[in-house]
C-alpha cells in the first residue's frame, strides 16, 4: 500500500499516523500538489492529497474514506473507530471537529498565501476566523469534560485532533494559542512524543 501526499496537510498525516497506529506497513511518497503536480496527475489524474493506492492497486482519496477502507481492512473491532454506539458518536464528533479546523485553517493559509493582498476578502477571513477559533473551544470543551488517551491506544478521535492543532501551530499560530486552549495543547504536546507520530514529522 503507498500513501501520496504532503506531511504538512493534515489529512496526509492524519491518514499516515492512522496506518502506523494501526501496525500497516505502507510506501509514503511526498509529493506535494503545486510543486509536483505532473507527478501527483500520474498517480491520481484529480491531484488529490492524500492520495492511497490499495494492495490490488485501487486509487483512494479523501482522508476519511481512506480510513474507512482502513477500518475495513482491519474488521470490526480491530480499528481505531469503537463499535458501541454513544462511544462512537463522541468519536465522530470530535473528529468532525477536527475536520472543520483542518478546513478552516487551510482557508486561512490559503486566502493569506495564495490571493494577492489587495483582493483579499476581510469579512471571509473573519468567518473562517471564527470558525476555527469555534471548533477549536469545542474541542477544548469536550476534553476538558472526558480526556482522550494520548498513549499507545490513542483512537481516531486523538489522532485527528492532535494532527489538527500541530497543524494550526504550523501555518496560522496566530489564530490559536496554547494560553486560550490549554488541555488542547497539552494533549497535543503528549501525543506528538508518540512513535506514530514523531516519526511522520510535519516537515
Known amino acids: 500500500m503507498k500513501l501520496i501526499g504532503m506531511l504538512d496537510s493534515p489529512y496526509v498525516r492524519r491518514v499516515g499516523v492512522s496506518l502506523k497506529r ?14 509536483g503536480m505532473e507527478r501527483f496527475r500520474e498517480v491520481n489524474p484529480v491531484i488529490k492529497a ?10 483512494l482519496m479523501e482522508s476519511s474514506l481512506i480510513l474507512d477502507y482502513v477500518e475495513c481492512l482491519k474488521g470490526p473491532g480491530n480499528g481505531l473507530m469503537p463499535t458501541e454506539l454513544a462511544e462512537r458518536a463522541r468519536t465522530l464528533r470530535l473528529t468532525g471537529l477536527a ?5 478552516k485553517a487551510v482557508q486561512i493559509y490559503y486566502e493569506r498565501n495564495l490571493r494577492p493582498e489587495a483582493i483579499q476578502h476581510a469579512p471571509w477571513i473573519e468567518r473562517v476566523s471564527e470558525q476555527l477559533k469555534t471548533a477549536c473551544t469545542e474541542i477544548e470543551r469536550e476534553l476538558k469534560a472526558r480526556p482522550l488517551s494520548a498513549s499507545a491506544d490513542i ?16 501555518v496560522v499560530p496566530d489564530q490559536a494559542s496554547a ?9 497535543t504536546a503528549q501525543a506528538e512524543q508518540l512513535d506514530i507520530f514523531s516519526s511522520l514529522p510535519m516537515v
Do not use: C, K, M, N
Open 99 to 103: 475536520l472543520v479546523a483542518y478546513e
Open 22 to 35: 494501526l501496525g500497516i506497513e505502507f510506501e509514503h511518497e511526498a509529493v506535494s500538489v503545486f510543486r
Open 155 to 170: 483512537g481516531q478521535d486523538g489522532i485527528s485532533v492532535a494532527v489538527g492543532w500541530s497543524f494550526i501551530q504550523l
Open 50 to 59: 492524500p492520495t492511497f493506492i490499495t494492495d490490488d492497486g485501487q486509487v
Open 179 to 187: 494560553e486560550d486552549y490549554p488541555v488542547l495543547a497539552a494533549f
